[in-house]
């Protein structure tokens, strides 16, 4: 901190004081109306006094102004009731100023808006790569524990109404975008369903999300799809933001294990093949500069869940972003699915999905891998998927973290909440975990 602090001006010390202590300011303020008040109390004073002095009240004024009681005993009991009020108006003001931050409709106290507007605005900063429902689900868990979180999210879907739009209108694909943003909104519950919701008729519009459209309409306003990013962030109160790994109109394609090549990220699942490897079209993609710099300012890095081949890795395979992340100084994590993915992950353990992203992009892409350890419930065989298992080897220098990280309420997914508690506190024992395993020698710490 004291390089930086050498380098700063008087005043941008004074703006980054401001920044980091925003008390400092009320008090300040606070302080100043409060010598105004006795300023205005001891005027008000001298003009009684002369009153007094110079004019003869009605008797019901002596009951009123308590001349009855001593001197010291009205001083006080006014003064009591001048602090009670005071207190009041403050808590009220602090009410209706605090209003702008609460969306319409929800409950939250005072104690609770200044958590979310400036202590989660400490928080750590937390970048999450991936795509699809996986990273929806770990935003939606983290949001409560930092506002500082970076959703890094792929461009390759050429899927359903994404697909379309990005065909006919020459956009990036709006869909995980969409996803992201209903997870961090702050009123969650109605702006998944409204951003989430999908036209069942209508000429043109049948198959399309409302959120889809909002945001591509906002890139026609604003100029720029990324520019519509930030700015659908901003109207619906998002916390955190939502960053596209490349703006380049890449395609994602697939070398499978037979030597036959798949076109296109929707086509993948469907081909029936035994996918070998996946790359980018073209694959000189440049990487989006805020992207990059997010994962060298992170504390944490996160990769995954998510569809292994058509999620996580379109991600890392654009150029320099698996070099940021390898530089990076944070943390890296790795979130292994679930459960497996019916054509693209069949039968594959969770070496098979670590050893999947080493291949493609070298080794050095986390310290840490996290899967879930409990299953509590029988999966019925109609699904056509198989859990991925905790137990097993993880890359060398690895640490593996095992917890109940499934939900109830859908077994092949992540517990939003279950989730996040697992990734950070892993993040805050990552010294204890390492050391545990050095000592005992063991494969898999519990979480």
């Known amino acids: 901190m004291k390089p930086l602090w050498n380098n700063l001006s008087n005043g941008n010390r004074r703006s980054y004081l401001k920044w980091l202590y925003p008390g400092m300011e009320v008090k300040r303020w606070l302080g100043l109306m409060m010598l105004g008040i006795t300023i205005i109390s001891l005027g008000a004073a001298y003009i009684l006094r002369e009153l007094y002095s110079s004019y003869t009240f009605p008797e019901v004024v002596w009951y009123l102004t308590l001349q009855f009681l001593p001197r010291y005993l009205r001083g006080i009991l006014f003064f009591g009731v001048g602090i009670g009020t005071i207190g009041i108006a403050i808590t009220r003001l602090n009410k209706s100023l605090l209003s702008a931050f609460i969306p319409p409709g929800q409950v939250e106290d005072i104690a609770q808006a200044v958590y979310n507007h400036r202590q989660l605005k400490r928080g750590l900063k937390i970048v999450a790569i991936g795509g699809g429902t996986g990273l929806s689900a770990l935003l939606k868990g983290l949001k409560e524990y930092t506002g500082n979180l970076t959703a890094i999210v792929t461009v390759a879907d050429d899927g359903g109404s994404s697909g379309r739009l990005r065909r006919e209108l020459g956009v990036l694909p709006p869909g995980d975008f969409r996803n992201c943003i209903a997870a961090l909104a702050d009123s969650e519950a109605l702006m998944t369903r409204l951003l989430q919701y999908r036209f069942g008729e209508g000429s043109g519009l049948k198959g399309h999300s409302f959120g889809n459209l909002f945001i591509v309409a906002m890139s026609g306003v604003v100029g720029s799809f990324e520019e519509a990013i930030k700015e659908s962030c901003r109207v619906l109160a998002v916390r955190g933001q939502i960053l596209p790994s490349t703006l380049a109109n890449v395609t994602l394609s697939a070398h499978t294990e037979d030597n036959q090549t798949v076109r296109g990220e929707s086509n993948i699942p469907n081909s029936g093949k035994r996918i070998k490897r996946v790359y980018l079209e073209p694959e000189d993609a440049l990487p989006y500069p805020e992207a ?15 569809s292994l081949y058509t999620s996580i890795l379109p991600n890392l395979l654009v150029g320099g972003l698996s070099e940021a992340i390898r530089r990076s100084s944070g943390t890296k994590m790795y979130v292994c699915n679930v459960a497996t993915q019916p054509g693209e992950t069949d039968y594959y353990t969770l070496r098979d999905h670590t050893d999947a992203i080493t291949r493609h992009v070298g080794e050095g892409m986390f310290q840490y891998v996290l899967a879930n350890g409990t299953f509590g419930h029988k999966i019925p065989a109609e699904w056509n998927v198989d859990p991925v298992y905790s137990h097993g080897p993880v890359p060398e220098g690895a640490v593996l973290v095992v917890g109940d990280l ?42």
Not at 292 to 306: S, T
Not at 438 to 445: A, C, F, G, I
């Open 406 to 447: 499934v939900s109830k309420e859908s077994p092949l997914r992540h517990d939003p909440d279950k989730l996040s508690t697992a990734i950070i506190q892993a993040y805050y024992s990552r010294e204890s975990l390492k050391k545990k395993r050095e000592e005992e020698k063991l494969e898999v710490v519990p979480a």
């Open 292 to 306: 990059i710099r997010a994962i060298e300012e992170a504390d944490l890095i996160v990769i995954g869940p998510g």
